[in-house]
């Protein structure tokens, strides 16, 4: 079942609260998504452990309910 | 994970310098992120392997497990995790991915 952006941004909050997410729907289908997020977490990190970041919030939607989320994390 | 399966990635990963875990084949891909990242190689001309999960459903949920990311395409340069096709795109953009097979002493054009 595909996914809405405001449930796949709740999730991302849930786990990283200063995340400022812009969540785009590629194709109109609930279903490809591209996210850019900024969190001071991601300080430090190596761009795998941010998206690894991403992905444990998303608790293992990614690559089941949601196929296809581009993502661009970024420090602030 | 099976014993097995975690052996048999291990050793793909062991025997190819630079391996592509992708749905299709380099010559067909077939999904859109793979067919990105194996550009990127093409385009850089780097001598690689690609893996066709789709033929291989153990070795498609197995790589998850191994690599612990949850998507294909996955690259790895000489049993390193380099990362998805989003984090490759941008490597190739800024030229960290250029330096990254520099420094495994991976050959690729224009080096």
């Known amino acids: 079942m595909p996914l809405k952006s405001d449930e796949i941004k709740k999730l991302i909050i849930e786990s990283i609260p200063d995340a400022e997410i812009i969540i785009e729907d590629l194709a109109g289908d609930n279903n490809h998504y591209s996210a850019t997020i900024k969190s001071k977490v991601f300080s430090g990190k190596s761009k795998i452990d941010q998206h690894k970041m991403v992905y444990k919030a998303l608790k293992g939607k990614m690559g089941n309910e949601l196929h296809a989320l581009s993502l661009n994390t970024m420090e602030i | ?111």
């Open chain 2, 1 to 111: 994970m099976n014993e097995s399966i975690k052996l048999r990635i291990s050793n793909i990963v062991k025997e190819n310098q630079v391996c592509l875990f992708m749905k299709g084949t380099p010559e067909v891909p077939q999904c859109g992120f793979s067919l990105a990242v194996s550009n990127v190689l093409k385009h850089l001309e780097v001598n690689f392997k690609g893996i066709n999960v789709l033929e291989n459903n153990e070795i498609r949920d197995g790589i998850k497990t191994y690599s612990d990311w949850p998507t294909i395409p996955q690259l790895y340069i000489k049993g390193e995790f380099i990362g998805g096709c989003d984090i490759i795109k941008e490597m190739f953009e800024k030229g960290e991915l250029q330096i990254k097979l520099k420094e495994k002493s991976i050959s690729y054009k224009g080096n």
